[in-house]
């Protein structure tokens, strides 16, 4: 079994930054993607961030220039920065990663817990 533990979420002023953390532990072999999801109150959940296994990162449009997705491969953790936060980056973040359990096994899809951030004065 693999699971995703979030960490980091919060109540913060517009303006103000905070860091998330999610760490893989189980059953892994190999993790490739990595990233960030949130879903706002009446909204669909929501790509934020992702990373491949080589580092390259991609980011949706209304987070690009403020938030910044970086990975410990050494500790299976994805890490998400967050800084210049708005009243709209209010939601609950999702982890999720896609993690192979042995050699030649397809990957997996696995979601944390989900941690709430309130961007709020």
């Known amino acids: 079994q693999v699971q995703l533990v979030e960490s980091g979420g919060g109540l913060v002023r517009p303006g103000g930054s905070l860091r998330l953390s999610c760490a893989a532990s189980?059953?892994?072999?190999?993790?490739?993607?990595m990233g960030w999801y949130r879903q706002a109150p009446g909204k669909e959940r929501e790509v934020v961030a992702g990373i491949l296994n080589d580092g390259s990162p991609r980011y949706a449009d209304s987070v690009k220039g403020r938030f910044t997705i970086s990975r410990d491969n050494a500790k299976n953790t994805v890490y998400l920065q967050m800084n210049s936060l708005k009243p709209e980056d209010t939601a609950v973040y999702y982890c999720?990663?896609?993690?192979?359990?042995?050699?030649?096994?397809?990957?997996?899809?696995?979601w944390g817990q989900g941690t709430q951030v309130t961007v709020s004065s």
């Open positions: 189980g059953s892994i072999f190999s993790i490739y993607a």
């Open positions: 999720n990663a896609q993690i192979t359990s042995g050699w030649g096994s397809e990957a997996d899809d696995y």
